[in-house]
């Protein structure tokens, strides 16, 4: 077999250059190769550059005149005889070592590749026993379209992931993959928190999916994610002191009448409390008595300054109820949650106030009731098991959190109640099988801590170089040559870095209309269509991502 190049000049243990044989054809940007080390180990390499030189016409030699003057002197067949192609291969590791070990997982090459040896292309089957051995399949290697790629899903889970990409260039299709893989291939549970409705048409032939509307029982979160609900700010600490004060009250009045704590009534309830605290201030006492978090009665005198406070919480809930009625529920969201579906929480309508607090709550409840739980299993507690299968099914199993537009709930440099819970979960959520899945259009929003627990990065077209810069600094997996690979690709093409593949790659994402049936929504609106009263059909992300250049 005569391969498609020499190895030419110097090379190391990482890196080497090439001569390509121009009889063979040119390899493409990105396609692997195997070369024989100094051990005389099958080394596996990866295409990172090719350029064109003509000897006779080197750059930096010579004026234009001089140039000109070697076209028109030499004949074109002594230039072409003086012209060669040279291609940069970077080094991933030794796929097969000289005994015929064959290493699925490539390892570390600790010699350089002797100039002169023969460089071939990967055979096929062995980059197919490398990338096609994971759960979930995810593309095909873009280099070479008939490798198809998995994900190992316990790595993918365990150790959580990110996509990251600009609007447009196929997040939520892969996203959609994904789910429909972990759903119908291994019978996963899987939890998507949609800001936008997004996925709230998310089907696929055989799919299981429960969509769910997203309500908040303001009886069953805690006080600090009722202020944020509310739209109370974090350093308005009187008017949050009070809400607090009188949510344990509201509360601890309700359950000793033999009602549940929750729904409208709890808040109009709340409201009521906080309006009688009004009329105490104005009274000559000044005084109200109200019920701690430990539960012990407590008298206080008001002061001048409480009333401006009461009557701005009063404000703030009644806003609340006016304007998002809508969102007020009984009901406990973790309930809904059903194992093996893909259960999408649709989050539209809301404010980024009340999507924090929502998340907030579903985060800790998932956390604690599986913290729970397995620790009832370890001890072989049934009861509790049982009271846990009965009132939360999806929660005696593991499960993956996926959070669209993950920078509005995990923002850089700020702190609120759902960043908190993320952060608990991307730091202790492998030991009781809990994992995340972070989605953002804007990386460098995210908070970084978050971002760096993530140990599979699915990185599609990401164009400003800060967000590029930001993601290498948030992952050791990220070198310089990925962050051009990274520049360099097309919609809907990804670079997948990490835990859950063998070897970083260069991936075209399936398409999760055409290739797999399905549908998820988010099309584009008909504009044109629209303002002339002729509307049609909207337009879907795939057909999109084919219009752009």
Do not use: C
């Amino acid at each position: 077999m005569e391969g498609v190049g020499i190895v030419f000049g110097e090379s190391t243990t990482d890196h080497f250059t090439f001569i390509v044989n121009p009889k063979n054809g040119l390899p493409r940007f990105g396609e692997f190769l195997t070369v024989k080390n100094r051990d005389g180990d099958d080394v596996l390499a990866i295409l990172k550059s090719v350029r064109n030189v003509n000897w006779l016409m080197e750059a930096g030699k010579g004026s234009y005149d001089y140039v000109e003057k070697t076209v028109n002197v030499f004949s074109k067949g002594v230039l072409e005889k003086s012209e060669a192609i040279l291609a940069t291969a970077k080094v991933v590791g030794v796929l097969r070592r000289a005994d015929g070990e064959f290493l699925t997982r490539p390892a570390p090459n600790r010699v350089p590749i002797k100039p002169g040896e023969r460089v071939y292309l990967a055979d096929d089957d062995d980059l197919a026993r490398i990338f096609s051995n994971g759960h979930v399949r995810i593309g095909r290697l873009i280099a070479r379209e008939s490798i198809e790629v998995g994900l190992d899903v316990n790595r993918l889970v365990s150790r959580h992931f990110a996509v990251l990409a600009v609007t447009g260039a196929g997040k939520s299709n892969t996203i959609a993959v994904l789910t429909r893989e972990i759903v119908s291939n291994v019978s996963g549970t899987v939890v998507i928190l949609d800001p936008h409705g997004e996925y709230q048409r998310l089907s696929w032939p055989g799919a299981r999916v429960n969509p769910i509307k997203a309500t908040i029982d303001p009886g069953r979160i805690r006080p600090g994610e009722l202020a944020g609900m509310l739209g109370i700010a974090e350093n308005a600490t009187q008017q949050r002191r009070f809400l607090s004060i009188a949510y344990y009250t509201v509360k601890h009045e309700m359950i000793e009448e033999g009602l549940t704590p929750g729904g409208r009534e709890f808040l109009e309830r709340l409201r009521d409390k906080v309006e009688d605290w009004i009329r105490a201030s104005e009274s000559d006492e000044k005084e109200i008595t109200y019920i701690d978090h430990r539960g012990r009665p407590v008298v206080r005198k008001l002061k001048a300054n409480d009333r401006d406070s009461l009557i701005r919480v009063s404000d703030y809930i009644n806003e609340f109820l006016r304007d998002f009625e809508e969102f007020i529920g009984p009901s406990d969201i973790l309930s809904e949650l059903k194992p093996g579906f893909a259960n999408v929480i649709n989050l539209s309508g809301m404010e980024e106030e009340q999507m924090i607090a929502l998340a907030s709550f579903l985060l800790r409840g998932i956390m604690k009731t599986r913290v729970e739980y397995v620790k009832a299993k370890n001890i072989s507690d049934r009861d509790e098991m049982r009271r846990i299968a009965e009132q939360y099914p999806a929660l005696t199993k593991p499960l993956l959190v996926i959070v669209e537009e993950a920078h509005i709930f995990a923002p850089r440099n700020e702190s609120n109640p759902a960043s908190k819970w993320l952060s608990k979960i991307a730091r202790e959520g492998r030991k009781f099988g809990i994992g995340l899945g972070i989605v953002s259009q804007r990386p460098k929003k995210l908070d970084d801590d978050i971002l760096s627990q993530t140990n599979t990065k699915i990185i599609l077209r990401l164009v400003e170089p800060n967000d590029q810069r930001y993601v290498q600094q948030a992952s050791e997996q990220i070198s310089e040559d990925l962050l051009s690979d990274i520049a360099s690709l097309g919609v809907g093409e990804a670079v997948i870095v990490g835990y859950a593949i063998t070897i970083p790659a260069m991936v075209k994402i399936y398409s999760f209309e055409r290739d797999f049936k399905g549908h998820y929504g988010g099309g584009d609106i008909d504009i044109v269509g629209e303002w002339s009263g002729n509307p049609g059909e909207s337009v879907g992300e795939e057909e999109a991502l084919e219009d752009l250049p």
